[in-house]
Nanobody, 123 residues
Framework: QVQLAESGGGLVQAGGSLRLSCAAS????????MAWFRQAPGKEREFVAA????????YYADSVKGRFTISRDNAKITVYLQMNSLKPEDTAVYYC????????????????WGQGTQVTVSS
């Protein structure tokens, strides 16, 4: 079992930065790929970024490439999402998730979800 808890969301002006954290429980954390997803009001949940279990591979949605950086610290069993140059369209609830590297971005199979943290970007 892995439990995920996001933190770091909040209100920020356009152009600003936030760093989200997702703290995990469980001894098998490093065996999971981790990802961030987001869901804006009235929209479907969408993929943002993913990182492999060892941290050597990353993958980003085109909409955040060059602005967001995903990283993980397996010793602290935490995954991060550094968000720079934020835009109002980045406003959403952000969720972290654990799963397989092969399927995590497509949401074909997600083993664990966090509860989400709200990010609001004002113009």
């Amino acid at each position: 079992q892995v439990q995920l808890a996001e933190s770091g969301g909040g209100l920020v002006q356009a152009g600003g930065s936030l760093r989200l954290s997702c703290a995990a429980s469980g001894r098998t954390f490093s065996s999971y790929a981790m990802a961030w997803f987001r869901q804006a009001p009235g929209k479907e949940r969408e993929f943002v970024a993913a990182i492999s279990g060892g941290g050597g591979r990353t993958y980003y949605a085109d909409s955040v490439k060059g602005r967001f950086t995903i990283s993980r610290d397996n010793a602290k069993i935490t995954v991060y999402l550094q968000m720079n140059s934020l835009k109002p369209e980045d406003t959403a609830v952000y969720y972290c998730a654990a799963g397989s590297w092969v399927t995590i971005a497509s949401q074909a199979r997600i083993d664990y979800w966090g509860q989400g943290t709200q990010v609001t970007v004002s113009s």
